[in-house]
Structures are given as structure tokens and as C-alpha cells.
């Protein structure tokens, strides 16, 4: 059985990728950790909540940052709703977040159970702040997920940078600078083959209960946004294809291992994920703009394609069991 910990800003996609680890047989979600983002803290521990009860499951959820580490929190209420879930009115969850703070629960469960799995689908605030308090934090987890950024492609919350990263870039950096083993899935993965079409989603709709009219209905606003956005109809799920990947790496068909930068400075690429793909941050031209980062010596797994028929069928099971 594996151990997972996800730490999510619980919004709608937040919500389909939590139902995706809870349908797992193999997997244990020890505590759902949240954090501010698309929606407020307390909007998104609600929401971890409700969900919960639609899977059937009470697992901890516990609120961690209710801001990004320097900045003010910018939600993103106009692709998801004010309450995150479309607006759609669902009552307040049974139980209530745990006492124990988000911080507190990530470095409590990856000290106990080392080689855990780590999932974030939301801004990296907590796991920065976990890093900041725990020096030994990064050296109990076994995988970091993270679902985040644009590498080498345009972002959906500015040109150059995806939401999670560009709304506390300052997390992202201290994040990607640590000795994590993380394996980025960005926003670019959630695009194109990997988007439910219409009849893709009828399917789920016909063959599922109140999860799979839960996932589609709490995502009726994010699926009229994604088309304003890009054009492209269907209903576009980034955190669930990073919750895929959690569950089975090969999901991911196409890796490298390169440095990671996150742009903090430039209002122009602020939260944009520089990735080094030609491997050019050592050229002597390049290492003083680099040399921070080539002084943590850290790199992430880049995940650039993606096996969309096998995330979808995933994804099918989980919302129809």
C-alpha cells in the first residue's frame, strides 16, 4: 500500500484528482493539506471536505498558508467560480478541518512514513514553508508531484507562467531549489488529446454515479473557461493528469532531468518555469543569471508527453467504481 499526501487549493480540478487517489486500491491518502489559491483557504478546505464525503472517505484535511509567501493572494474565482466548484451551491461538509496545522501534518507524516508520496496541485506555499521549518523534510519523501508550470510552452495565467507557479513564484523557487525528487507535470499535459470531449464526457456521465456527475457538474464553469481560453472544447482537468502520473510515472511517456528556474522579478515572466533543456546554465555566459541555482545543484524530472488514452480510461474507473 502506498502513502500519499496531497496538498491542493481544492478547486474543481483539485477535486476529480482527489477522487482519482481515493478510488485507488493501492494507495492510502493520509491527509489532504491546503493551501490558498484558486480559491480562499477556507473555501478550499471546505471544498477538500465535500469532497471527501462524495468519495464515501474522511481523511484529515488541514489548512496551511492562507497567502503566498510575500505577495497577496490572487484567486482565480473567474475560471472556477467564486466558490471553486462552478458555483453550483453545495452544502457546507459534515466535519470540520483538523486543529492541526498543514506545516505540522506534512512534517509529522513524511517523518513517519519516509518514501512517501507527495502530490501538490496548488501553489507551493506550504511545501516551502515545510522545507523552511524541517531541514530533513525533503529527505523523507520519495516522489513530489507537482502539477505545475509551463515548460517551454505559454502559460494559461500569463503568457509566460502557469497559475500555480505565478501566484507564489517565490515558493516555487525555494521548492524547485530543494533536494525534493520532483517530477514536474505541467499545465501543457492537460491540453490537446488529454481534454474529455463531449461524447468522452456523456460516457462518464452514463456509465457513473454522483462522483462522475459531481466531477463534470463542479467543472461546468472551468469547461466555459477553457474554451473562452483556448478555444478548444472539452473539459481540460490539469490536476488529475498530474494525479495520473502519481499513480503510474509511465503515464508520463516522454522524461529529462534538467534545472529549473522560476522567474521572480519580471512582472513580464513572473512564475515562468526556465526550464534548461539544452543544458546551457553552465556556458560561462550564462552561469551568473544561473548561479543560484547552480549552486543548489538541483534538477526535476520534466515530464513532456503523455499517454491521454490511458490517463482517460484512468480517470473513467475512478469516476464510475
Known amino acids: 500500500m502506498r502513502t500519499f499526501l496531497i496538498d ?3 478547486a474543481s480540478d483539485d477535486a476529480v484528482a482527489i477522487l482519482m487517489a481515493l478510488a485507488a486500491p493501492d494507495v492510502r491518502v493520509a491527509a489532504l493539506t491546503v493551501v490558498a489559491g484558486n480559491v480562499s483557504l477556507a473555501q478550499g478546505a471546505r471544498n477538500a471536505l465535500y ?4 468519495a464515501g472517505k474522511e481523511i484529515p484535511v488541514h489548512l496551511g498558508a492562507d497567502a503566498p509567501l510575500v505577495r497577496p493572494h490572487l484567486d482565480a474565482h473567474w475560471f472556477h467560480g467564486r ?34 508520496t507527495l502530490v501538490t496541485l496548488g501553489p507551493l506555499t506550504n511545501i516551502a514553508l515545510a522545507l523552511a521549518r524541517d531541514p530533513g523534510f525533503a529527505a523523507c519523501i520519495g516522489r513530489c508531484v507537482v502539477m505545475g508550470g509551463a515548460p517551454c510552452c505559454e502559460g494559461n495565467a500569463t503568457p509566460a507562467a502557469e497559475y500555480n507557479i505565478w501566484v507564489d513564484p517565490e515558493a516555487a523557487r525555494k521548492v524547485f531549489r530543494s533536494a525534493l525528487p520532483i517530477e514536474m507535470v505541467g499545465w501543457h499535459v492537460s491540453r490537446g488529446p488529454s481534454v474529455l470531449d463531449d461524447e468522452e464526457v456523456a460516457d462518464v456521465l452514463a456509465r457513473g454515479g454522483d462522483k462522475a456527475r459531481f466531477a463534470v457538474e463542479c467543472n461546468s464553469r472551468a469547461r466555459e473557461a477553457y474554451f473562452v481560453q483556448t478555444g478548444q472544447r472539452g473539459l ?12 503510474d510515472r509511465e503515464i508520463g511517456t516522454q522524461w529529462s532531468r534538467h534545472l529549473v528556474e522560476i522567474e521572480t522579478q519580471s512582472e513580464l515572466t513572473r512564475g515562468m518555469t526556465i526550464v534548461d533543456r539544452l543544458n546551457v546554465a553552465h556556458d560561462v555566459n550564462n552561469r551568473a543569471a544561473w548561479a543560484d541555482a547552480l549552486e543548489s545543484g538541483r534538477s526535476a524530472d520534466i515530464c513532456w508527453n503523455f499517454d491521454a488514452a490511458g490517463y482517460k480510461a484512468m480517470l473513467r474507473r475512478a469516476l464510475t467504481s
Request: glycine share 8%; proline share 9%.
Open 83 to 116: 466558490d471553486g466548484f462552478g458555483d453550483q451551491g453545495y452544502p457546507l461538509p459534515k466535519r470540520a478541518p483538523e486543529r492541526e496545522n498543514a506545516v505540522d501534518a506534512l512534517i509529522r507524516h513524511a517523518n513517519a512514513e519516509p518514501g512517501l
Open 8 to 10: 491542493t487549493d481544492t
Open 51 to 54: 469532497t471527501c464525503e462524495v
Open 236 to 247: 481540460s482537468l490539469a490536476d488529475p493528469t498530474a494525479m495520473a502520473v502519481a499513480l
